[in-house]
Protein backbone atom coordinates (compact mmCIF):
# COMPACT_ATOMS: atom_id res chain seq x y z
CA UNK A 1 0.00 0.00 0.00
CA UNK A 2 1.11 3.33 -0.22
CA UNK A 3 2.22 5.87 2.17
CA UNK A 4 3.81 9.25 2.91
CA UNK A 5 5.95 9.77 5.98
CA UNK A 6 6.44 13.11 7.79
CA UNK A 7 9.03 12.99 9.74
CA UNK A 8 8.58 16.57 12.23
CA UNK A 9 5.28 16.75 13.98
CA UNK A 10 6.19 19.84 15.28
CA UNK A 11 8.76 22.67 14.44
CA UNK A 12 9.15 25.90 16.00
CA UNK A 13 11.55 28.34 14.13
CA UNK A 14 12.19 32.16 14.59
CA UNK A 15 11.29 34.90 11.80
CA UNK A 16 14.49 34.55 9.19
CA UNK A 17 15.58 30.91 9.87
CA UNK A 18 15.63 28.33 6.86
CA UNK A 19 12.94 25.79 6.84
CA UNK A 20 12.90 22.18 5.37
CA UNK A 21 10.12 19.67 5.86
CA UNK A 22 10.48 16.32 5.53
CA UNK A 23 8.66 14.01 3.27
CA UNK A 24 8.99 10.28 2.36
CA UNK A 25 6.87 8.69 -0.11
CA UNK A 26 6.51 4.57 -0.74
CA UNK A 27 7.45 3.41 -4.59
CA UNK A 28 5.11 2.79 -6.75
CA UNK A 29 3.29 3.53 -10.04
CA UNK A 30 3.62 7.07 -11.40
CA UNK A 31 4.37 9.82 -8.68
CA UNK A 32 2.47 12.87 -8.73
CA UNK A 33 3.75 14.71 -5.39
CA UNK A 34 2.29 17.50 -3.44
CA UNK A 35 2.49 19.75 -0.49
CA UNK A 36 -0.54 20.94 1.14
CA UNK A 37 -0.99 24.02 3.40
CA UNK A 38 -3.25 24.98 5.88
CA UNK A 39 -3.45 28.60 7.64
CA UNK A 40 -5.31 28.91 10.92
CA UNK A 41 -8.69 29.42 10.15
CA UNK A 42 -8.66 28.43 6.31
CA UNK A 43 -9.22 25.54 4.01
CA UNK A 44 -6.51 24.23 3.25
CA UNK A 45 -4.75 25.03 -0.18
CA UNK A 46 -2.29 23.64 -2.67
CA UNK A 47 1.26 25.08 -1.91
CA UNK A 48 2.75 23.08 -5.02
CA UNK A 49 3.36 20.00 -7.28
CA UNK A 50 5.34 17.68 -9.25
CA UNK A 51 4.60 15.95 -11.69
CA UNK A 52 7.57 15.30 -14.11
CA UNK A 53 10.20 17.23 -15.35
CA UNK A 54 12.25 19.63 -13.11
CA UNK A 55 12.49 17.88 -9.68
CA UNK A 56 13.19 21.33 -8.28
CA UNK A 57 9.28 23.19 -8.17
CA UNK A 58 8.70 25.98 -6.89
CA UNK A 59 5.35 27.05 -5.33
CA UNK A 60 3.67 30.18 -3.85
CA UNK A 61 4.86 32.35 -1.29
CA UNK A 62 8.63 31.47 -1.57
CA UNK A 63 8.22 27.65 -0.91
CA UNK A 64 9.88 25.28 -2.98
CA UNK A 65 10.22 21.34 -3.32
CA UNK A 66 13.01 19.12 -4.53
CA UNK A 67 12.32 15.84 -5.65
CA UNK A 68 14.92 13.16 -5.04
CA UNK A 69 13.97 9.72 -6.99
CA UNK A 70 16.47 8.45 -5.49
CA UNK A 71 15.79 9.10 -1.60
CA UNK A 72 12.06 8.73 -2.25
CA UNK A 73 11.99 12.15 -0.79
CA UNK A 74 9.82 15.49 -1.54
CA UNK A 75 11.38 17.93 1.19
CA UNK A 76 9.50 21.67 1.66
CA UNK A 77 12.07 24.23 1.49
CA UNK A 78 11.85 28.01 2.56
CA UNK A 79 14.64 30.17 2.92
CA UNK A 80 13.73 32.80 5.11
CA UNK A 81 10.46 31.82 6.64
CA UNK A 82 7.74 34.71 8.21
CA UNK A 83 5.51 34.32 10.88
CA UNK A 84 2.41 34.57 8.26
CA UNK A 85 4.04 31.25 7.45
CA UNK A 86 2.50 29.54 10.89
CA UNK A 87 0.52 26.62 9.79
CA UNK A 88 0.12 22.85 9.19
CA UNK A 89 1.69 21.29 6.41
CA UNK A 90 0.98 18.07 4.38
CA UNK A 91 2.69 16.43 2.13
CA UNK A 92 0.79 13.94 -0.15
CA UNK A 93 1.24 11.31 -3.26
CA UNK A 94 -1.36 10.25 -5.42
CA UNK A 95 -2.22 6.16 -5.84
CA UNK A 96 -4.66 4.19 -7.81
CA UNK A 97 -8.51 4.81 -8.04
CA UNK A 98 -9.03 8.13 -9.89
CA UNK A 99 -7.46 11.09 -10.56
CA UNK A 100 -7.87 12.77 -7.20
CA UNK A 101 -7.16 10.07 -4.55
CA UNK A 102 -4.06 10.92 -2.71
CA UNK A 103 -2.33 9.61 0.70
CA UNK A 104 -1.41 12.04 2.84
CA UNK A 105 1.05 12.41 5.54
CA UNK A 106 0.29 13.16 9.22
CA UNK A 107 0.74 17.16 8.86
CA UNK A 108 3.88 19.33 10.42
CA UNK A 109 2.61 22.43 12.42
CA UNK A 110 5.26 24.80 11.97
CA UNK A 111 5.20 27.89 14.61
CA UNK A 112 7.01 30.69 13.76
CA UNK A 113 8.15 33.28 16.54
CA UNK A 114 8.32 36.81 15.71
CA UNK B 1 -13.88 30.71 -11.17
CA UNK B 2 -14.36 27.81 -9.39
CA UNK B 3 -15.92 27.20 -6.29
CA UNK B 4 -17.12 24.57 -3.31
CA UNK B 5 -18.72 24.90 -0.73
CA UNK B 6 -19.91 22.94 2.30
CA UNK B 7 -22.28 23.12 4.91
CA UNK B 8 -23.02 22.69 8.13
CA UNK B 9 -19.83 24.03 9.16
CA UNK B 10 -20.17 23.22 12.78
CA UNK B 11 -22.52 20.47 13.67
CA UNK B 12 -23.30 18.63 17.60
CA UNK B 13 -25.40 15.57 17.14
CA UNK B 14 -25.55 12.95 19.77
CA UNK B 15 -25.24 9.22 19.47
CA UNK B 16 -27.17 7.40 17.07
CA UNK B 17 -28.55 10.26 14.91
CA UNK B 18 -28.84 10.28 11.76
CA UNK B 19 -25.97 13.23 9.40
CA UNK B 20 -25.87 14.65 6.45
CA UNK B 21 -23.30 17.11 5.21
CA UNK B 22 -23.38 18.92 1.64
CA UNK B 23 -21.21 19.62 -0.63
CA UNK B 24 -21.43 21.85 -3.78
CA UNK B 25 -19.11 22.89 -6.73
CA UNK B 26 -19.83 25.80 -9.15
CA UNK B 27 -17.86 26.86 -12.08
CA UNK B 28 -16.96 23.18 -13.35
CA UNK B 29 -18.78 20.19 -15.02
CA UNK B 30 -18.56 16.46 -14.03
CA UNK B 31 -15.60 17.05 -11.46
CA UNK B 32 -14.60 14.24 -9.62
CA UNK B 33 -15.87 14.40 -5.92
CA UNK B 34 -14.22 13.62 -2.63
CA UNK B 35 -14.99 13.33 1.03
CA UNK B 36 -11.94 13.37 2.99
CA UNK B 37 -11.53 13.20 7.09
CA UNK B 38 -8.93 15.20 9.39
CA UNK B 39 -8.11 14.00 12.36
CA UNK B 40 -5.47 15.32 14.49
CA UNK B 41 -2.19 13.83 14.24
CA UNK B 42 -3.24 11.92 11.57
CA UNK B 43 -3.33 13.70 8.40
CA UNK B 44 -6.27 13.54 5.90
CA UNK B 45 -8.44 9.77 5.06
CA UNK B 46 -10.06 9.30 2.10
CA UNK B 47 -13.09 7.97 2.57
CA UNK B 48 -15.33 8.52 -0.60
CA UNK B 49 -15.00 9.39 -4.21
CA UNK B 50 -17.21 9.94 -7.15
CA UNK B 51 -16.04 10.17 -10.70
CA UNK B 52 -20.12 10.79 -12.03
CA UNK B 53 -23.71 10.80 -10.62
CA UNK B 54 -24.56 8.00 -9.14
CA UNK B 55 -20.98 6.66 -8.74
CA UNK B 56 -19.81 6.06 -5.58
CA UNK B 57 -16.28 4.45 -4.46
CA UNK B 58 -16.21 3.35 -0.62
CA UNK B 59 -12.08 4.16 0.21
CA UNK B 60 -12.72 2.53 3.93
CA UNK B 61 -15.05 0.42 5.68
CA UNK B 62 -17.04 2.55 8.01
CA UNK B 63 -20.22 3.98 9.64
CA UNK B 64 -21.01 6.29 6.60
CA UNK B 65 -22.06 6.48 2.62
CA UNK B 66 -22.06 9.13 0.35
CA UNK B 67 -24.25 10.20 -2.47
CA UNK B 68 -23.97 12.14 -5.74
CA UNK B 69 -27.32 13.07 -7.04
CA UNK B 70 -26.34 15.48 -8.69
CA UNK B 71 -23.21 16.46 -11.31
CA UNK B 72 -22.08 19.44 -8.92
CA UNK B 73 -23.36 17.69 -5.34
CA UNK B 74 -21.64 15.29 -2.99
CA UNK B 75 -23.21 14.33 0.31
CA UNK B 76 -22.31 12.58 2.82
CA UNK B 77 -24.60 10.89 5.32
CA UNK B 78 -25.02 8.41 8.65
CA UNK B 79 -28.12 6.93 9.80
CA UNK B 80 -26.65 6.12 13.14
CA UNK B 81 -23.49 8.05 14.05
CA UNK B 82 -20.77 6.46 16.58
CA UNK B 83 -18.75 8.40 18.92
CA UNK B 84 -16.00 7.37 16.77
CA UNK B 85 -17.31 9.44 13.64
CA UNK B 86 -16.53 12.92 15.42
CA UNK B 87 -14.00 14.80 12.83
CA UNK B 88 -13.11 17.36 10.66
CA UNK B 89 -14.47 16.41 7.05
CA UNK B 90 -13.31 17.66 3.83
CA UNK B 91 -15.20 18.01 0.42
CA UNK B 92 -12.78 18.65 -2.67
CA UNK B 93 -12.90 18.52 -6.59
CA UNK B 94 -9.99 17.41 -8.56
CA UNK B 95 -8.73 19.74 -11.41
CA UNK B 96 -6.92 18.31 -14.64
CA UNK B 97 -5.62 14.70 -14.56
CA UNK B 98 -2.73 14.85 -11.99
CA UNK B 99 -4.73 15.29 -8.78
CA UNK B 100 -4.82 18.44 -7.97
CA UNK B 101 -7.29 18.90 -5.55
CA UNK B 102 -9.13 21.88 -4.34
CA UNK B 103 -10.66 21.41 -0.61
CA UNK B 104 -13.79 23.52 0.58
CA UNK B 105 -13.88 25.02 4.16
CA UNK B 106 -14.68 21.61 5.72
CA UNK B 107 -17.38 20.72 8.37
CA UNK B 108 -16.87 19.94 12.43
CA UNK B 109 -18.70 17.22 13.45
CA UNK B 110 -18.78 16.64 17.35
CA UNK B 111 -20.76 13.12 18.33
CA UNK B 112 -21.63 13.04 22.41
Known amino acids: AQSVSQHNHHVILSEAASLELGCNYS??????LFWYVQYPGQHLQLLLK??????LVKGIKGFEAEFIKSKFSFNLRKPSVQWSDTAEYFC????????????FGKGTKLSVKP | SQTIHQWPATLVQPVGSPLSLECTVE??????LYWYRQAAGRGLQLLFY??????ISSEVPQNLSASRPQDRQFILSSKKLLLSDSGFYLC???????????FGEGSRLTVL
Open chain 2, 92 to 102: AWASGSNGELF
Open chain 1, 27 to 32: YGGTVN
Open chain 1, 50 to 55: YFSGDP
Open chain 1, 92 to 103: ARNYGGSQGNLI
Open chain 2, 27 to 32: GTSNPN
Open chain 2, 50 to 55: SVGIGQ
